[in-house]
């Protein structure tokens, strides 16, 4: 019997390392494929692209990060090619009209400016140092941050910023999904935080909450036996009343 495909997406400015310690940790479950965006410029033609990768028939999809609002809009496209879905430190709500979505909007673009002045590498090491748990700062886990996003370029960098920046909205979307979901979050996520993982917790009918401990926002990289862990529980589960059970998270 065949494995079924789980599609991993990353998060911004992240590659196949996002996710390389659950590839190997699951594929004795399931036949992993991470995504690469390129240089696309919108969340809609990312979860456009990721269909046409996808295999013909049903499969499994987790997003990080920019991953998870992709994943939601695949959800949105083909809900019923997905037969589970994982969002992890993710968000589903637009910019925020007014100063604050001015806020994000020009310190993104500061970044933006940092890395065409300086390099990918340079903006990294000041963006990265809000992405992790304070005590992996200068670890091994922090320079494997920072090389994947040197690998990424400017423009690249860019079209991902203009992808977030323009990001649909799905709140509405949340109670229709009906598929076996699992939310995961980091405690000290600082960038999409615990509580926004909860609203989506009370919007999405029958989803689970897990929380990994001692990590921010890059909970693959930061706690990848946790993550995994809660990834294989997710894949195992078998779904009673269309994805109203809960999961098993003993």
Wanted: aromatic share 6%.
């Amino acid at each position: 019997m065949s494995k079924p495909t789980l599609l991993l997406l990353p998060g911004l400015l992240c590659d196949a390392t996002n996710w390389s310690a659950q590839c190997e940790a699951l594929n004795g479950v399931a036949d992993c494929i991470v995504p690469v965006y390129g240089e696309l410029r919108s969340i809609e033609a990312m979860a456009e692209y990721v269909l046409e990768l996808a295999p013909v028939g049903r499969f499994s999809l987790a997003g990080h990060s920019m991953g998870g609002r992709v994943a939601l809009e695949v959800m949105r496209y083909a809900p019923e090619r997905v037969e589970r879905l994982a969002l992890l430190d993710t968000g589903f709500q637009p910019l925020c009209p007014g100063e604050s979505g001015t806020k994000e909007l020009l310190a993104r673009y500061e970044l933006l400016e940092l890395a065409r002045a300086f390099g990918m590498r340079d903006m990294g090491k000041q963006w990265a140092r809000g992405m992790v748990h304070p005590s992996r700062i200068g670890s091994a886990v922090f320079e494997s941050i920072l090389d994947m996003i040197a690998r990424s370029t400017p423009d690249m960098f860019e079209g991902q910023i203009h992808a977030l920046l323009s990001r649909p909205d799905a709140t509405s979307l949340l109670p229709t999904i009906r598929c076996p979901t699992l939310l995961l979050c980091g405690r000290e996520d600082l960038w999409s935080p615990l509580n926004r993982h909860e609203e989506m917790q009370r919007a999405i009918p029958g989803s689970t909450l897990e929380v990994i401990e001692m990590s921010g926002h890059m909970t693959t990289m930061e706690q990848p036996q946790a993550v995994s862990e809660a990834l294989m529980r997710w894949l195992r589960y078998e779904a009673t009343g269309a994805g109203s059970t809960p999961l098993d998270s003993n």
